[in-house]
């Protein structure tokens, strides 16, 4: 029994949209091609992979577990194939991306990068996006992820959208003080003029009781039950939780990440670390941040 590439790509796009007819879109092929694609695949393994609620296609048990091996089988062939295509890929690469990224989801975009091009060496700056972009435009830096305020940024393009959610520690009440104490970034920063203006706009007392430039200390100050905060729903770790409508905070805009590239001639190395960066990017608002939430 062998289970073919093409059509683990096309079950894994299928379970992420739970429907054939968007997956079809996204593969560029026809919903009934997509339909047999998975019957083939359901042969294969011998077992049920989808079943149909309403109009979704939602995952079996068995659908579940492979949908858990299809990404790391497809992860290691294309990996194969970019090392063998592209051995001779080398050089540095330098990259601003905000704190926000710089736990989680950063590093293992570059093991990723790191697996396919061994021999590219990347820098990176991890500072408030304003900061980064200046950094780009002095020469300094190759690549900036940046969250923009915008619906549409000024420069780079649109990789990804964040939602911006009020965490607490899920062993305080911390959210039920008054006034309420926040932790914020600096007054540069988007999440803290947001979070500002969502308590301004409900008539809500408030004191800043911790400020830092990086997500690690923000968080720090909510799990020690200092301080409620605004973060980026990506960088949730555990011993928090989301503060919504029910309890009294009301939902936050969406940041936009886009990435920029320096203008001028760009190595190899710069534009295949652009693409593994927005192909992250696109999984995880593919699966609406859930991986990371796991």
């Keep these: 029994m062998e289970l073919p ?17 968007a997956a079809a879109s996204m593969v560029h092929r026809t919903q009934s091609a997509v339909s047999m694609q998975m019957k083939r695949l359901e042969e294969v393994v011998g077992k049920p992979l989808f079943l149909r609620n309403g109009r979704a296609m939602l995952l079996t048990a068995e659908g579940r577990t492979l949908l858990h091996y299809a990404r790391r089988i497809l992860k290691l062939h294309d990996e194969a194939l970019s090392a063998v295509a592209q051995p001779e890929v080398s050089g540095r690469v330098r990259l601003g991306a905000p704190d926000d990224f710089s736990d989680r989801l950063l590093p293992e975009v570059l093991s990723r990068f790191a697996g ?17 972009e200046a950094a780009m435009d002095r020469g300094e830096l190759d690549l900036v992820v940046r969250i923009n305020s915008e619906a549409v940024p000024q ?38 003029q947001w979070a500002i203006r969502s308590l301004n706009g409900q008539g809500r007392n408030y004191r800043i009781a911790f400020t830092s430039p990086s997500t690690s200390g923000i968080l720090a100050a909510v799990k020690g039950g200092l301080a409620i905060a605004p973060v ?11 503060l919504g409508p029910a309890d009294g905070f009301p939902e936050m805009p969406s940041a936009v990440v886009s990435l920029i590239k320096a203008p001028g001639p760009r190595s190899k190395a710069v534009e295949f670390l652009a693409e593994h960066i927005t192909e992250r990017f696109n999984e995880l608002t593919m699966t609406g941040n859930s991986e990371l939430l796991n």
């Design 5 to 21: 590439i093409d059509l683990l790509r096309t079950f894994i796009v299928a379970a992420d949209t739970e429907s054939y007819t």
């Design 116 to 132: 396919t091009y061994p021999l590219v060496q990347v820098d990176v700056s991890c500072d408030p996006s304003p900061r980064l």
């Design 155 to 192: 420069r780079g393009v649109t990789i990804h959208h964040e939602p911006v959610v009020w965490i607490t520690s899920d062993k305080h009440l911390t959210h039920e003080q008054d006034p309420v104490p926040i932790a914020v970034y600096n007054e540069a920063c988007i999440y803290r």
């Design 232 to 242: 980026g729903r990506n960088t949730l770790p555990t011993g928090v939780r989301i």
